[in-house]
């Protein structure tokens, strides 16, 4: 439901924050008020992949365990949607996406009047920046005819972001080019034939990207190294011309999203193929950026989050052919409403304020970051029309007699509401019907109840059993035409 006002739970935090704050750390010369805040996200990574998360992985992970190990790890965080679009758009603006039409090809999803994450930081103090993939539209744009004096508006820094170095959507969608604040490094004026890796599993897995333009001398496999570099760039410019102002920077990444390229330094690294090996190059990058930090003197005072946008593209012969269970325990992957689908690690480290080595279980989803980060700078104004809750004090790991909150919608299907999840028409996502062993065609599903405190991997459906209890979650859903 749309949360009126949260100013009260805000008030009540901003209290219980002012009392931890530290006030040595905050009396030093040149120090920000405010902690700068870096938010890592994955695309397309499952919930068994870090070793953090799942013992058994066959991925290495050390630097996303180390923020693990040094802060808190959430067991029950959700993204909005199960896939790209859905969930970047709950995370910048704290409101649900079944409330919009998601025509990201068509125009910028997020009206001017939105609020979004990066513009409640800026009006704080912060300086914005973001570096990886949009994915949520611009104004007026002809993807199959774009000029090399096209304005890409609509996008990042018309939303709060100071600066932009990224993708318009995910690297196997054409056209492929760079955009630097509201223009294109190269026009995409060159045309790329489709690909695919002669041992993938299916015709969507592997290297594969789709035809279409290209932007001169671009190269899908320098993509997440060009992120990297970008990003750690930033890093060390901000420190040099304005370290005494908090930064936000935002990362999301277009990896391990297909098209699996890693760089020839991790080809053959892991023991998942290519995917494994772009997993591994992902957590380097991770360690670059916590490298970065730390050289910097940022570590202590920076609030880093690492997350993924979505489920993995992993289907039943991957994991036969590589053993290797990318979702975990979890049922499902990318698109499917079961849990492999949405639920997503959810990593967070800020020394001195988040304890070490902490597991909750707190019911947490992307749209509560409005919420949280607003708590965090002490933003008293009053957030209308979002579906955003403060989870500060969880970040903080403070003991709550009550849960923050026990009910989410998850796309337009999924309702939760404590460990009570309904499904609406089928967990099934387009890509499990469509690719694989079981490619079968599209039908109408039967709706789907599941009690995921005694069922994690939704092997129990009680829609019959729990009829009444189906019914309530049912009218949670927003309705449909």
């Not at 410019?237 to 936000?248: D, R, T, V």
């Not at 790991?397 to 939760?416: C, E, F, H, W, Y």
Request: aromatic share 10%; net charge negative; proline share 7%.
């Amino acid at each position: 439901m749309i949360r009126p006002s949260i100013v009260l739970c805000c008030f009540v935090s901003i209290c219980l924050w002012a009392c931890q704050q530290n006030t040595e750390d905050s009396n030093q010369e040149g120090a920000p008020q405010h902690p700068n805040i870096l938010f890592i996200l994955a695309d397309d990574m499952g919930y068994g992949d870090p070793q953090s998360y799942n013992p058994q992985s066959k991925i290495s992970t050390p630097n996303i365990d180390k923020i693990a190990k040094n802060g808190i790890r959430f067991t029950d965080a959700h993204s909005p949607g199960p896939w790209c679009v859905p969930s970047r758009y709950g995370l910048i603006t704290g409101q649900y996406p079944y409330r919009i039409e998601l025509n990201w090809r068509e125009r910028a999803l997020i009206t001017p009047d939105q609020l979004t994450i990066a513009q409640l930081l800026k009006r704080n103090g912060y300086h914005t920046a973001m570096v990886g993939k949009w994915h949520l539209g611009f104004d007026s744009i002809d993807w199959n005819n774009i000029p090399p004096d096209q304005p890409f508006r609509g996008g990042p820094v018309d939303h709060g972001f100071d600066e932009f170095f990224g993708m318009h959507a995910s690297l196997d969608i054409p056209p492929y080019f760079y955009i630097e604040g509201t223009r294109a490094v190269a026009a995409p004026t060159d045309t790329i034939a489709d690909h695919q890796s002669a041992d993938a599993t299916t015709t969507i897995s592997g290297a594969f990207w789709r035809t279409g333009d290209i932007a001169p001398g671009f190269r899908h496999v320098d993509v997440l190294p060009t992120f990297t570099q970008k990003a750690a760039a930033f890093l060390k410019e901000h420190h040099a011309q304005e370290p005494e102002i908090p930064f936000f920077l935002y990362v999301p990444l277009t990896a391990p999203h297909t098209p699996w390229v890693p760089t020839q330094a991790f080809q053959g690294s892991s023991q998942v193929g290519e995917y494994g090996d772009f997993m591994q190059q992902v957590d380097h990058t991770v360690g670059d950026l916590l490298h970065t930090l730390d050289s910097l003197g940022y570590t202590d005072n920076t609030l880093v989050i690492f997350t993924s946008d979505n489920g993995p593209v992993w289907f039943p012969e991957d994991e036969e052919k590589f053993d290797h269970q990318s979702t975990g325990a979890l049922r499902g992957m990318k698109i499917d409403y079961w849990e492999g689908g949405h639920r997503v690690p959810f990593i967070v480290q800020w020394p001195g304020k988040i304890p070490a080595g902490v597991v909750r279980n707190d019911l947490l989803g992307f749209t509560d970051m409005l919420a949280t980060f607003a708590a965090i700078v002490e933003d008293s104004t009053s957030l209308e029309n979002v579906d955003s809750y403060n989870m500060l004090p969880a970040l903080l790991d403070q003991k709550l007699s009550n849960p923050i909150r026990t009910d989410m919608i998850i796309g337009d299907n999924v309702a939760r509401q404590g460990n009570w999840k309904f499904i609406r028409g089928g967990g099934e996502g387009s890509l499990s019907r469509t690719y694989g062993r079981n490619v079968q065609e599209a039908k109408q599903q039967s709706d789907e109840l599941y009690h995921l405190g005694e069922d994690l991997s939704e092997t129990q459906n009680l829609l019959i059993e729990q009829a009444e209890k189906a019914r309530e979650l049912k009218a949670l859903l927003p309705q449909t035409p």
